[in-house]
């Protein structure tokens, strides 16, 4: 299982950002799909997580200005960030417990995508 992000990069505070993530590979269904984050110095914390029949879940300090979503057809999660602090920098990583074909379930990461956000 491959998880592919897009979408980081440099934005003014107050300004808005969306985040990709597209899965592929022997996948049966993904049942939680996350972001993460980790910024310098400190540890990887969960920003949001959607679980197959959409419940979702935002840490607090997002809440209000972020929102995820997914397309189940084409297996990508999203992240729209709005209201961009300097505080929400940090390097943003995608997250998929995924259920094989086999029954077997396993968890994957995505390669970072940074976010930057200039005061």
């Known amino acids: 299982v491959q998880l592919q992000a897009s979408g980081g990069g440099l934005v003014q505070a107050g300004g808005s950002l969306r985040l990709s993530c597209a899965a592929s590979g022997s996948i049966f269904s993904i049942n939680v799909m996350g972001w993460y984050r980790q910024a310098p110095g400190k540890q990887r914390e969960l920003v949001a997580a959607?679980?197959?029949?959409?419940?979702?879940n935002y840490s607090d300090s997002v809440k209000g200005r972020f929102t995820i979503s997914r397309d189940n057809g084409k297996i990508t999660v999203y992240l729209q960030m709005n209201s961009l602090k300097p505080e929400d920098t940090a390097d943003y990583r995608c997250?998929?417990?995924?259920?094989?074909?086999?029954?077997?379930?396993?968890?994957?990461w995505g390669k970072g995508t940074l976010v930057t956000v200039s005061s």
């Open positions: 997250n998929a417990e995924v259920t094989g074909p086999s029954g077997r379930v396993g968890n994957y």
């Open positions: 959607i679980t197959s029949s959409g419940i979702t």
